[in-house]
């Protein structure tokens, strides 16, 4: 969820990024993507879900990229995609979130709560 909207972008992204700090050594990181309504699903080497443990966090989502025609004369330059997030969230030293992963998690115990600002 961004500002309570559900993130759909077909570019998002989701990366669990073990926490050494929180006990967790695990050599995998779990990735994902979201669906149409913002639910999101790890695959760790192939299978679902992720290891037990804690977990730094980091999301990314881009719009889709521009077109930029080709001027004649001129040399076509790659247009550049916006980020549909603030550039905290797609590092994991600021990203500021974290989630550990328990064998009988609560209702909405793996929910991301972002922001714009």
Not at 21 to 36: I, M
Not at 90 to 115: C, H, N
């Given at each position: 969820?961004?500002?309570?909207?559900?993130?759909?972008?077909?570019?998002?992204?989701?990366?669990?990024?073990?926490?050494?700090?929180?006990?967790?050594?695990?050599?995998?990181?779990?990735a994902?993507?979201?669906?149409?309504?913002g639910?999101?699903?790890?695959?760790?080497?192939?299978?679902?879900?992720?290891?037990?443990?804690?977990?730094?966090?980091?999301?990314?989502?881009?719009?889709?990229?521009?077109?930029?025609?080709?001027?004649?004369?001129?040399?076509?330059?790659?247009?550049?995609?916006?980020?549909l997030?603030?550039?905290?969230?797609?590092?994991?030293?600021?990203?500021?979130?974290?989630?550990?992963?328990?064998?009988?998690?609560?209702?909405?115990?793996?929910?991301?709560?972002?922001?714009r600002?």
């Amino acid at each position: 969820m961004v500002d309570n909207e559900p993130l759909t972008a077909e570019s998002t992204t989701i990366l669990f990024e073990p926490d050494a700090s929180k006990g967790n050594t695990s050599p995998f990181q779990p990735a994902g993507t979201v669906d149409e309504q913002g639910n999101y699903t790890l695959l760790t080497k192939g299978k679902a879900g992720a290891p037990l443990g804690w977990y730094r966090v980091v999301v990314t989502a881009v719009a889709e990229p521009p077109e930029h025609p080709k001027l004649p004369g001129k040399k076509s330059t790659r247009p550049v995609a916006q980020s549909l997030l603030p550039a905290k969230y797609g590092q994991t030293k600021t990203s500021g979130l974290a989630i550990e992963v328990v064998e009988r998690p609560a209702p909405g115990a793996y929910d991301l709560k972002l922001s714009r600002k």
